[in-house]
């Protein structure tokens, strides 16, 4: 603590702070370059944060299933669907459902008490793989152990097998967890006559109801089975529901133009977001006059006028930055190159989309939907090439052309401010400074401390000598009485 002004009666204290608010003057404006710099870093990491979402949708982009989507509409919703992947040919499928897989189930014959402690023992079942294998499954049992906890135990264990106690029965029901015949020769679930299942459930082996495997006919001709109730053929997967009571359901595949129609316009959707941002950050006012606020001058203002001071201080923080204009004109570039499908399509303004004649939009696309559509119909083919033919030369798709631009773009803003991840200062431009700045402002305040200390201790030495004086004076008096 420092007291002052006790000779003089001076206000010290407001006189040094008066005195180094002139003195931290530059230190203030080093505060104010470092605030700037961080407001340009997290603005050029929120571009390169809506380049990486378009950049992860590109990868939808890429695939055959999005400019080649199936439709599958069933003739017996109740009995039979199915879904098509895009290498499905168009056309009908007829499909008769004469029998749905089942799994195999066996029911207790006794009421059992799951709440009886068993011994230590060992429960020991089979089940059967795909190729009709026996697979021998040992459940452990603690002294102690109920009934119930054997349930458990059997149903949580990797073995195709669940077993659970029914309260209105009281009977304890085991069934497959997979439908099919495995075991042609007998039943799904085998155990011995003197076992825990037959002794402490009451089950019978020989009461085993089978599991069964799904039977159907593919376009009346071709018989065919299936352990589940599913199967795919020809990149079409049918599921069954239900029989189809003797006849057969037909089911149409044709291409999903509408589900193709709306990815594209869905990327479309985001890249024009994209421009939107980094155009609009080349476009906003900078008012210079609008510095970052400085603590005390916070202290003074209330937070609407902080929030409004901060907006106008912000703005046009990254205009210019050659990073994001270059990265705008390369995009923008990216969409006007020709590209050798193999067909008659070649450039994006064959399938209605271009980009906007106004300067002010910064290259953003513009969709004739009815073209699209068209386009989509008539030769998806040619648009998934035109989009996402993935080739080094004159047949690379626009997207794979895109995202080299992206790429180049994502990386020089990088190199300028980083990312989130960036474990250093020293990895990024605006880092470098940003350390260089710190640096200073430390240098600049052990100095000011120092300063501070000289003012005080001129002061000090000013209030001993005045208080020397003070008393010589008073000495001087006395002795004239």
Partial sequence: MRIGGLATGMNVDEMIEKMMTAERMPLDRMQQDRTTLEWKRDGFRDINKTLLELKNMMLDMKLSKTYQSKLVASSMEGAVTASATSGAVDGAYKIKVNELATSAMNVGTEKVDVDKVLEQQTVSFTTFDKDGNAIDHDIEVKDGETIKDVLGKISSADNNVRAFYDQETGKVIMETTRTGNYNTSGEE??????????????????????????????????ELTSKANNYTLNNITFNFHGTTNGESATLNVVNDTEASFEKIMAFVDKYNEVVEAMNSSQREEKYRDFKPLTESQKKEMSEREIELWEEKAKSGQLRGETSISNGLFSMRNSWYSTVDTGGELSSLTQIG???????????????????LRSSLNEDQEGVKNLFSNNSEDDSRGLINRLEDSLTSTMDSIKDRAGNSTS???????????????????????????????????????MEKAIQKMNQQSEYMMSQFG
Avoid: C, H
Wanted: hydrophobic share 35%.
């Fill in 189 to 222: 679930i085998v155990f011995s006559n003197n076992s825990f299942f037959t002794n402490e459930l009451g089950m019978v082996q020989d009461n085993e109801i089978g599991g069964t495997d799904a039977s159907f006919v593919y376009n009346e001709g071709l």
């Fill in 353 to 371: 989309i271009k980009t906007s004649a106004s300067y002010m939009d910064g290259g953003k696309l513009i969709v004739d939907e009815d073209k």
């Fill in 423 to 461: 474990p250093s200062l020293d990895n990024y431009t605006l880092g470098k400074r940003m350390k260089e700045l710190n640096n200073r402002i430390s240098d600049f305040e052990n100095r000011l401390i120092k300063v501070e200390n000289r003012y005080w201790n001129q002061f000090t030495a």
